[in-house]
Nanobody, 124 residues
Framework: VQLVESGGGLVQAGGSLRLSCATS????????IGWFRQAPGKEREEVSC????????YYADSVKGRFTISSDIAKNTVFLQMNSLKSEDTGVYYC??????????????????WGQGTQVTVSS
């Protein structure tokens, strides 16, 4: 399984970005796919997660109402639409894939499949 993120960049506060996570392999419609971010000097945190087979979604409180996660099963791709961006959203965003949602949520060190990351910088 390979995951490739794209869509990061530099944006002003209040702006929007759309991240994509393109996956390869046969697990897309059975695995959970999550987005994590890591800001300089801070721990990695889960931002959002989707399980394409049932459409269930999770959002961290810090992004609820601003970020939307979605999936395109035909393209094996997960998207993260980020609106009303704030400076605290700055960081490297990674997508990750695991067989179960609970692994993404509680056992990130057990996740085998990670993308290379894409930088998001929000200027204030």
């Amino acid at each position: 399984v390979q995951l490739v993120e794209s869509g990061g960049g530099l944006v002003q506060a209040g702006g929007s970005l759309r991240l994509s996570c393109a996956t390869s392999g046969s697990t897309f419609d059975t695995y959970a796919i999550g987005w994590f971010r890591q800001a300089p000097g801070k721990e990695r945190e889960e931002v959002s997660c989707i399980t394409p087979r049932d459409g269930s979604r999770y959002y961290a409180d810090s992004v609820k109402g601003r970020f939307t996660i979605s999936s395109d099963i035909a393209k094996n791709t997960v998207f993260l639409q980020m609106n009303s961006l704030k400076s605290e959203d700055t960081g490297v965003y990674y997508c990750a894939s695991a067989p179960r949602r609970y692994i993404i949520a509680t056992l990130p060190t057990a996740i085998k499949y990670w993308g290379q990351g894409t930088q998001v910088t929000v200027s204030s």
